[in-house]
């Protein structure tokens, strides 16, 4: 069966950090572009980070630059997101993707929100507060 798992949320505290996996079963990680992205109740779909399937270049949403890290695991079919200094407004359903014929990571975390990936994951929920 082809799919991403994500796992790893939960509810933390302020200035906390958790790590997200999105473990894919079916098909090979590393020859895809792989993407986390997270949705808020009343919110769009924001592109947070992104990794490239062939060189390891990265892109950061603006406003997770220096807290976020994303990285994979090849040997694990894994792609791994490190949130530090949690924040109440990072509160959301986090969901990873892959798309073969994204080019670029600018391009792979900068879709519109209604853009249908080749494959996307269930989902985990991070919710931080006090």
């Known amino acids: 069966q082809v799919q991403l798992v994500e796992s790893g949320g939960g509810l933390v505290q302020p200035g906390g950090s958790l790590r997200l996996s999105c473990a894919a079963s079916?098909?090979?990680?590393?020859?895809?572009?792989i993407g986390w992205f997270r949705q808020a109740p009343g919110k769009e779909r924001e592109g947070v980070s992104c990794i490239s399937s062939s060189d390891g270049s990265t892109y950061y949403a603006d406003s997770v630059k220096g807290r976020f890290t994303i990285s994979r695991d090849n040997a694990k079919n894994t792609v791994y997101l490190l949130i530090n200094s949690l924040k109440p407004e990072d509160t959301a359903v986090y969901y990873c993707?892959?798309?073969?014929?994204?080019?670029?990571?600018?391009?792979?975390?900068?879709?519109?929100?209604?853009?249908?990936?080749?494959?996307w994951g269930q989902g985990t929920q991070v919710t931080v507060s006090a």
């Open positions: 079916g098909f090979t990680l590393n020859n895809y572009p």
């Open positions: 993707a892959a798309e073969r014929k994204m080019t670029t990571v600018q391009a792979m975390c900068s879709t519109s929100p209604s853009y249908e990936y080749d494959y």
